[in-house]
């Protein structure tokens, strides 16, 4: 018994590496979707749900518009701790109009051990869907029929159809007539509002929401870097929503659309917000007030002028 223990402590001595490495899971990466099989033009969810120790620096590629034969819709990440580890699910909303077997590529993700200065890689798996066309599914796809016969118009019958069609013409003039001049009467000119006018407007709900209040500081910050990228997007027509932060500040530097005051404050401002949004950082209650000023300082100094001010009356 005692040879036994004795041989045992040895053991765990000279390789402590194979009891940690067969204890410890890093990470785990898992695609699904919604439904495996579904009609051309319809919409489904493919999430990548990620489980990993939380010390781990994890970075996602950068997806644009379509993966694979998809084309993306909407998508959305949630990030959550739980009994020691990390639970993070990236969704997105896809449509495609191709039909039969398609299958969503799969995604690779890098992390790293915080000490370690290169990056290691997980892939999920691919996941393949059926497609179907409308056609297909349709009872009647087969139901073709024949044409009709001639139907011959009698003598006695021209002066009363004719009647009728002449009827149906007056009371169609008639009415669009009265439609027409009803609807000129209503009709209220439209005020278009110019993108920085947008902003103030959803930078005020914003702050009346009062997520900071509630605890909830991550959508904050999610809810304020949509409402600078729209703005620029409709200010700038650059396509800001888009692009990742970093695409966005690579093509920012070629862009002659912004200052470089305008540049470098934009760039501060949403390297913060991807900070609070997916590296876990607490902003203290100056920095959340910064950043909000940030912001509407931004829209305040890069709005465009309405035309009446353009021409000084």
Same mark, same amino acid.
């Given at each position: 018994? $005692?040879?036994?223990?004795?041989? #045992?402590?040895?053991?765990?001595?000279? +390789?402590?590496?194979?009891?940690?490495? !067969?204890?410890?899971? !890093? @990470?785990? /990466?898992? /695609?699904?979707?919604?439904?495996?099989?579904?009609?051309?033009?319809?919409s489904i969810r493919y999430s990548v749900?990620?489980? /990993? *120790?939380?010390?781990?620096?994890? =970075?996602?590629?950068? @997806?644009g518009k379509e993966i694979g034969d998809f084309e993306i819709k909407d998508a959305g990440r949630s990030d959550k701790e739980?009994?020691?580890?990390?639970?993070?699910?990236t969704w997105y909303i896809l449509r495609t109009f191709k039909t039969g077997a398609r299958t969503i590529p799969l995604v690779t993700i890098k992390y790293k051990t915080?000490?370690?200065?290169?990056?290691?890689?997980?892939?999920?798996?691919?996941?393949? &869907?059926?497609? =179907?066309?409308?056609y297909e599914k349709s009872p009647d796809k087969s139901d073709i029929r024949d044409i009709k016969g001639i139907f011959y118009v009698t003598r006695r019958l021209v002066i009363p159809l004719g009647l009728i069609i002449a009827l149906i013409v007056i009371a169609l003039l008639v009415g669009g007539i009265y439609?027409?001049?009803?609807?000129t009467s209503l009709m209220i000119p439209e005020v278009i509002k110019l993108p920085h006018e947008i902003a103030f407007k959803r930078l005020e709900e914003l702050k009346n929401k009062g997520l900071v209040e509630k605890g909830l500081v991550k959508e904050f910050y999610f809810e304020l870097s949509d409402i600078l990228r729209?703005?620029?997007?409709?200010?700038? *027509?650059?396509?800001?929503?888009?692009?990742?932060?970093e695409e966005f500040l690579i093509f920012l530097k070629s862009s002659k659309s912004l200052s470089v005051d305008? $540049?470098?404050? #934009?760039? %501060?401002?949403?390297?913060?917000?991807?900070? &609070? $949004?997916?590296?876990?950082?607490?902003?203290?209650p100056k920095e959340i007030e910064k950043s909000l000023?940030?912001? %509407?300082? +931004?829209?305040?100094?890069? $709005?465009?002028?309405? =035309?009446?001010?353009?021409n000084g009356i």
């Open positions: 018994m $005692k040879k036994t223990g004795l041989f #045992l402590l040895c053991f765990l001595v000279l +390789f402590p590496g194979i009891s940690r490495s !067969e204890s410890r899971t !890093e @990470i785990t /990466a898992e /695609a699904r979707v919604d439904q495996e099989s579904f009609r051309i033009g319809d749900k990620v489980v /990993a *120790n939380p010390d781990l620096e994890i =970075e996602y590629p950068a @997806i739980a009994k020691g580890k990390r639970y993070i699910e915080p000490g370690e200065t290169g990056l290691r890689s997980i892939d999920t798996n691919p996941v393949t &869907v059926n497609v =179907e066309s409308v439609l027409k001049k009803r609807l729209r703005y620029i997007e409709d200010r700038f *027509n650059l396509r800001a929503p888009e692009m990742t932060t305008h $540049k470098y404050l #934009l760039r %501060e401002f949403l390297s913060h917000c991807d900070l &609070v $949004k997916f590296a876990k950082y607490g902003p203290s000023l940030s912001a %509407e300082s +931004f829209v305040d100094q890069t $709005k465009e002028e309405k =035309e009446e001010k353009k």
